[in-house]
T-cell receptor, first 115, second 114 residues
């Protein structure tokens, strides 16, 4: 069974600083990997996803993530954080075809942005 | 507008009083799913449906029921709610169950069981 670990429960960064959110996964085959963002009181919005090809994936809102098979990681990055990026971020690993549990989520990282 | 809708958005109830949370999508998606979100645990899948009349258990199905009589609707039923079902619930859908397919999430239903 797949699993996802987000080691940082809370992260605080200053506006304009760079950001890296960590995600480690456990999966027995080539994974499908996702990052979702949840703004306060909102549902989940897909930031980006990886399932093949270039290991550096570009997403919306200036985010990117890099898949590193050797480290079983899929860390999310942004070069310059904006106050509106304050939210909770979830990493998820996707199951293959015909497996009903399509997504397994990490516990989430709550990002706070200092002015 | 393509979306997943859930009702109600907020619900306070008492132990043992049956309730239903509705979920509807207007994207003709085959796959629908229910998750619950609890602090530090992320989202955990309750039930999913691969198509009409096809449903199956996720990771935490105890105390919940679902049905899929129409493609667009996937209600979550709590026959006898208990306080440990206090949580934030999300419905999601995707066009198929093919791996890598994007899931679209509803806005969430916050449930408090007293």
């Amino acid at each position: 069974a797949q699993s996802v670990t987000q080691p940082d429960i809370h992260i605080t960064v200053s506006e304009g600083a760079s950001l890296e959110l960590r995600c480690n996964y456990s999966y027995g085959a080539t994974p499908y990997l996702f990052w979702y963002v949840q703004s306060p009181g909102q549902g989940l919005q897909l930031l980006l996803k990886y399932f093949s090809g270039d290991t550096l994936v570009q997403g919306i809102k200036g985010f990117e993530a890099e898949f590193k098979r050797s480290q079983s990681s899929f860390n999310l990055r942004k070069p310059s954080v904006h106050w509106s990026d304050a939210a909770e971020y979830f990493c998820a690993v996707g199951a293959p075809v015909n497996a009903g549990n399509m997504l397994t989520f990490g516990g989430g990282t709550r990002l706070m942005v200092k002015p | 507008e393509a979306q997943v809708t859930q009702n109600p958005r907020y619900l306070i109830t008492v132990t043992g009083k049956k309730l239903t949370v509705t979920c509807s999508q207007n994207m003709n998606h085959e796959y629908m799913s229910w998750y619950r979100q609890d602090p530090g645990l992320g989202l955990r899948q309750i039930y999913y449906s691969m198509n009409v009349e096809v449903t199956d258990k996720g990771d935490v199905p105890e105390g919940y029921k679902v049905s899929r009589k129409e493609k667009r609707n996937f209600p979550l039923i709590l026959e006898s709610p208990s306080p440990n079902q206090t949580s934030l619930y999300f419905c999601a859908s995707s066009i198929t169950i093919r791996g890598g397919e994007t899931q679209y999430f509803g806005p969430g239903t916050r449930l408090l069981v007293l």
